[in-house]
């Protein structure tokens, strides 16, 4: 028996990046919007930049692994597979974007058709066009700075911001691209370079992911939710949801949680909207099995879970003999380029990836990675500390079933719900993408005047993209959702995030995640309205 029964006329479930898009933009048309999120607002006391041991407190409780940082509102997850991913994932409103870099990407044309282009993977049931006026939508939103006319990215001639300042060290990464005679554009990133709809512009305190004290850092929770909550939206923290129930129709009527004292609770709607990323979402539609649905919610396909796609993610590490100001600016990005994104007839692989040329790692981080404790110790740390600067490689990843997140019936969380387990393996077109990758972001770290280098490697692979396990299509044998996010199996529910994603592109997705986002909130306005 439930405690207590909400009721609204859309209930979305996750108050991160896409939620906080749906949120608002019904809120916004007079639509009564109930959002349950299972973290909670993060206080600014909290954030790890407002105190001195910053970094200490980035590898506990700020932690990006759940795995690691087992907070009051995280679930089990156990990473398998030849290349297991370490994910990162936050529950908090905000969601994951509170510890994120910012760097706020549109996809390409060819993202949506890489099966039709390239033979690869499969093809979005939309276009680059559909997406377009929710890009300038969520530009406008979040607040993001960069330079327009971009020439590998059509249809944006203007950025709503100037750029983030470069440095010293964005001059160097230019000077690298020109030598080379790549292609390169400064870095458009969700963070302000002047004050902007009551927030300040960014004052360069650096290592954005370990929060950002002043607000110039574009969240979900400084930008969407305040406006959404002026709107009459609510927004019911602490609400760990243990199923989305259905009726004798197969239709949702909403979900069963538990509210932060542990009381079970019931809400009701019209329309239930899930926004929990590729791993949370994945994991409440196995969670909410019935006779209806005996493999999972929305489920009929078998591709719940599957097609898990994290993106092939390294790190290449340049040394330089002068110093690199790594703590001056925002560490996301300065400059970055496209040049190697869409398929070369000559390479071994098909599709590309993205380098973004960066600052350099943090001091307790530099440390851990470069100079071991005993003898020598200092002069290691003095070797490698403000003269590193990174170049971030992101490569296409395809969507393959046996990459895929079950749930742990093993490992469970406080309120007996299973925790999930991840799979994951480099296809082979990963390996030889990712080692080209590798290749040319090394020899743009010489062309910029490093005089040696260092890679993380692909043997765990970087986990803060979590896309595609509930992917979008025409064709409901393989696919979950249709182009307008609604399930195929279920007709008045939607999944909205990462876990729709047909395809993964190569470049981080949160802007992409809310614009569909947006776009999806169109479309139950007017399912509202039918």
Known sequence: MTDSIDTAEV???GAGAAGAAVVWSLARRGVDVLCLEQGDWVPQAEIPKNHADWEVRGRHYWNPSPGKRRGAADYPVTNRGENPVDVYMYSAVGGSAIGYGAHFWRFEPSDFKAKTIDDFGVDWPIDYDDLVPYYEENERMMGMSGVGGDPVQPGRPAVPLPPIPIGRQGERWIDGFDQLGWYWWAQSQALLSEDYKGRPACVNRGFCAFGCPSGALALPSNTYWPEALAA??????NARVREVTVDENGEATGALYYDENGRLREARAKIVVICGNGVGTPRLLLMSKSAQFPNGLANSSGQVGKNFMPHVQTMVIGHFPEPTDADHG????????RHFYETDPG??????FTMVAMRGYSPLNTALATAPWGEGHHEALEHHLNHEATIWVC???????HNRIELDEENLDEFGLPGVVTYYTLSENSKRLGADGVRRATELAYAAGADSVRTTGFDSILGWHLLGTARMGDDPANSVVDADNRAHDVPNLYIVDGSSFATGGAVNPTHTIQALALRAADRIGEALRG
């Open 11 to 13: 209930l979305v479930i």
């Open 232 to 237: 009459g939206a609510r927004l019911r923290t």
């Open 330 to 337: 925002a560490w996301g990005g300065t400059v970055s380029s």
């Open 347 to 352: 390479n071994d692989y098909v599709r590309g």
């Open 395 to 401: 490569g296409d990843d395809a969507p393959e079933e």
